[in-house]
């Protein structure tokens, strides 16, 4: 179990003695807490620590990522990109970082500039220039920093800030002493150039005090921060894989990680890009389902239900032996009974999450079919364990669930924009109104959730003087025939789900 405090306090202190031994304040050297593959939870607690400064190098997993925790109300951090820039994921970098470090080519500037949001303050920019000529690494070679430079002061949306540099992985610290000696000087002639030009970014945890040494302000740290991924390494002795790879899956995959080996699971889906966020966290990808599902002992079908027929009919026909296999469905109004059909096998669960079980605050409900054993139940139960509430029963109780808690997120969030729309009507500023209803929300459910004992209706009267303002409202609630408006939104989500099961 990683100690994200004493970690976070020992290289502070390591960050401390270099700066002493070279005679600099600590206060010119910052911390950039290396962040990639690394789940949100970990995140929180360094934020939790005070650290502001989060690093990545995957696109797709860390837009998510940083999407998912500004969501949560995480926004002051500052996100930092560190990794080799592809062209094609440009516009992900742009539109969610602040600070992009590898830089390397004019062209990878110019895109940057192009995708950059125009609601969004310039991005700013390290320059990555490859100070240990190895052809492996990223960064310019020094020849190329004039263009390069010149290429980010022509594009408005872009702001350079500095260089980044990699020392050779050695155990020579002359060889790499020599390294970030050389970036200093390179860094120190630019820096009279052009103003703000004030990031030297180098050194990691093997090489922090050289670099501190050699003039480095940011040192970029990951695995002695949050651990070389320990909580990852437990096998559970079974194959998972996941035909699929959207949304959905996405959450499922981040809760069972939280207890088992990536390496264990396998993620197939037709276009091979957008599986990489799952090969940067230490899983497998494939475009080949039968191949994927060959090699499990579990797997989930992460696929919408007019999909899903043809998916459950390859499966079927590739000469798999199916039986002894445990599939776990996902897809809205499609029955055991109908997935039994074609795989001609009761080893099937079913299970509707909603949309807040990406943030580990969700409703899952789970249904089994007759063959599925309770040592299988136990073990789907504790990969979904990092989604939210699991509530058991059968195929009506999972569609009343789908009903209530699948489409009641977005019930409430139109309750929201119609209390955000009146309050922006009578005057109030659209950002204020957002804000206070927000809050309103939240402290409501805080209320519900803390008071047990009390019945809602008991917290709603707590609210209502008679005569009063609150009751005024209320009473038109009720003149609108409030009650039979949910009981008829929630019959018809019902009727629409029936209407679902028909079709397969």
């Known amino acids: 179990m990683n100690n994200i405090k004493e970690n976070l306090q020992t290289i502070h202190q390591s960050i401390q003695t270099a700066c002493d031994k070279a005679n600099r304040s600590k206060t010119e050297v910052h911390l950039l807490c290396v962040s990639k593959t690394k789940p ?24 998510e990522k940083i999407q998912s925790l500004k969501a949560q109300g995480y926004n002051d951090i500052t996100w930092h990109f560190i990794g080799p820039i592809q062209k094609n994921k440009t516009k992900l970098i ?17 895109r940057l500039n192009d995708q950059r949001p125009d609601d969004l303050p310039p991005l700013e920019v390290l320059v990555q220039v490859n100070i240990s000529h190895e052809d492996q690494k990223s960064g310019c070679d020094e020849s190329e920093i004039d263009e390069i430079i010149d290429t980010i002061l022509q594009c408005k949306k872009l702001k ?77 002795d079974k194959k998972i894989a996941f035909i699929g790879g959207g949304n959905m899956v996405t959450c499922i995959f981040e809760s069972i990680i939280k207890s088992f080996a990536a390496k264990d699971l396998t993620v197939s889906g037709p276009h091979i890009e957008k599986l990489e966020k799952f090969k940067a966290q230490g899983a497998n990808i494939s475009t080949d389902n039968i191949e994927t599902a060959k090699n499990a002992d579990i797997v989930f079908l992460g696929v919408k239900p007019q999909i899903l027929t043809g998916v459950l009919e390859e499966l079927k026909n590739s000469g798999i032996d199916l039986s002894k296999k445990l599939f776990i469905s996902m897809a809205a109004g499609y029955k055991l009974s109908s997935i039994s059909r074609i795989l001609d096998t009761h080893n099937i669960i079913r299970i509707m999450p909603n949309t807040p079980a990406k943030l580990g605050l969700g409703v899952i409900a789970i249904a089994y079919d007759s063959a599925v054993e309770d040592e299988s139940k136990e073990l789907c139960k504790k990969m ?32 929201m924009e119609a209390l955000i729309t009146e309050a922006i009507r009578h005057g109030i500023k659209p950002a204020d109104a957002r804000k206070m209803v927000e809050q309103t929300v939240f402290g409501s459910v805080q209320m519900v959730m803390k008071n047990q004992n009390t019945e809602i209706s008991q917290l709603r009267e707590a609210v209502t003087s008679k005569g009063g303002t609150t009751f005024a409202g209320l009473t038109k609630m009720t003149e609108g025939n409030f009650e039979k408006t949910m009981t008829n939104t929630i019959q018809a989500s019902l009727d629409r789900t029936y209407e679902f099961e028909k079709l397969f």
Do not use: W
């Open 40 to 63: 949100e939870g970990l995140i929180k607690e360094a934020y939790a620590q005070g650290e502001r400064h989060f690093g990545e190098s995957y696109a797709v997993e860390a837009s």
């Open 94 to 110: 742009a539109a969610n970082f602040d600070i992009v470090e590898s830089v390397d080519r004019s062209i990878v500037a110019t």
């Open 160 to 236: 350079v800030r500095g260089f980044m540099g990699i020392g050779t992985d050695t155990l020579d610290k002359d060889l790499i002493a020599q390294e970030f000696a050389h970036l200093k000087e390179l860094f120190d002639n630019y820096k009279q150039k052009f103003t703000n030009f004030d990031i030297l970014s180098m050194g990691m945890t093997h090489d922090l005090e050289n670099a501190i040494m050699h003039g480095s302000n940011e040192v970029r740290i990951g695995t002695a921060i949050f651990g070389a991924r320990e909580y990852k390494n437990k096998t559970m």
């Open 384 to 415: 979904l364990s990092f989604m939210g509430e699991c509530i058991e029963g059968d195929e009506n109780t999972l569609n009343v669930i789908g009903a209530v808690c699948g489409c009641g997120p977005a019930f409430v969030y139109r309750f």
